[in-house]
């Protein structure tokens, strides 16, 4: 069974920095598709960012140009280095996989941007 552990995330002040970041464990054959996604409180989940294999990766309006999604250092890593946050950021980020043809999520760790 394949695990996602999501860390790196706080509280921080408008345009602050943070980075999240996910790593896949148990029997992992092939990863070809890696995203962060967010929910904020009342709204709906939505995705922030993607990554897949060949390495092009595709960010939401709303995160571009301040956010970056990376492969990891470790096997089947990912890693999203959000700069200039805002306040409209706050939210739940749960790091999403594509592993041996199945969609995997992690728990989630919190975002909160505020002063």
């Known amino acids: 069974q394949v695990q996602l552990v999501e860390s790196g995330g706080g509280l921080v002040q408008p345009g602050g920095s943070l980075r999240l970041s996910c790593a896949a464990s148990?029997?992992?054959?092939?990863?070809?598709?890696m995203a962060w996604d967010r929910q904020a409180s009342g709204k709906q989940r939505e995705m922030v960012a993607t990554?897949?294999?060949?390495?092009?990766?595709h960010y939401s309006d709303s995160v571009k140009g301040r956010f970056t999604i990376s492969r990891g250092s470790g096997r089947s890593t990912v890693v999203l280095q959000m700069n200039n946050l805002k306040p409209e950021d706050t939210a739940v980020y749960y790091c999403?996989?594509?592993?041996?043809?199945?969609?995997?999520w992690g728990q989630g760790t919190p975002v909160t941007v505020s002063s």
């Open positions: 999403r996989m594509h592993i041996n043809g199945q969609d995997n």
């Open positions: 148990g029997q992992i054959f092939q990863t070809n598709f």
């Open positions: 990554l897949i294999s060949t390495g092009t990766t």
